[in-house]
């Protein structure tokens, strides 16, 4: 069974987020090229711009400008993965030079980087071996805080209160707020 992800930030972001369009679909390396035309991205000196990434429910690859929300890019709907991929062009060919999971929307674990592995080849383009950089999200069980584990230390950043070994986001409603009581 694969593993998908619902948005567990906060509910005024995906409140205002309903208003964006979904990113756009990449299914092959043409639309990408065809993304940074149409939203004006900007190349930096290396050829390389960083986009905001989901990989949605039917295992596709959605892209957005870096500044927009993830659950934006997902048209609010569950992913498979999420974080930030930055892409170098180079004789008119994009490739993936950088890759994480940095989703604090969707807080997805390492372990979603097989979906987007599929989800990069299935658009035609070479996937990396794994996440550049791997980052472990977890849910205090006392303050309800977002934290990103550092240096393996599994203690929440506002209470310190020890913070639970397994991922913790599974939401009974969908729409709750993380910020409400556990």
């Known amino acids: 069974m694969r593993q998908t992800y619902q948005y567990v930030g906060p509910k005024q972001i995906a409140d205002r987020s309903v208003q964006s369009p979904a990113g756009m679909r990449v299914d092959a390396p043409g639309d990408i090229l065809r993304w940074v035309r149409q939203t004006n991205q900007e190349l930096n000196a290396s050829r390389s711009v960083t986009a905001t990434f989901v990989v949605d429910d039917s295992g596709s690859l959605r892209i957005a400008d ?60 070479h996937a990396p071996d794994g996440f550049s950089q791997e980052l472990v999200f977890r849910r205090c069980v006392r303050c309800g805080s977002i934290n990103i584990v550092k240096d393996g230390i599994f203690a929440c950043g506002v209470c310190s209160t020890p913070l639970p070994a397994e991922w913790n986001f599974i939401l009974e409603n969908a729409t709750h707020s993380p910020f409400s009581s556990p």
């Open 66 to 125: 870096r500044r927009s929300e993830h659950v934006a890019c997902a048209g609010g709907r569950p992913v498979r993965s999420a974080g930030e991929m930055t892409f170098t062009v180079t004789a008119g060919t994009p490739r993936v030079t950088w890759v994480t999971n940095q989703s604090s929307g969707y807080c997805p674990e390492p372990d979603s980087w097989p979906a987007v592995k599929a989800a990069l080849e299935r658009a035609g383009i």
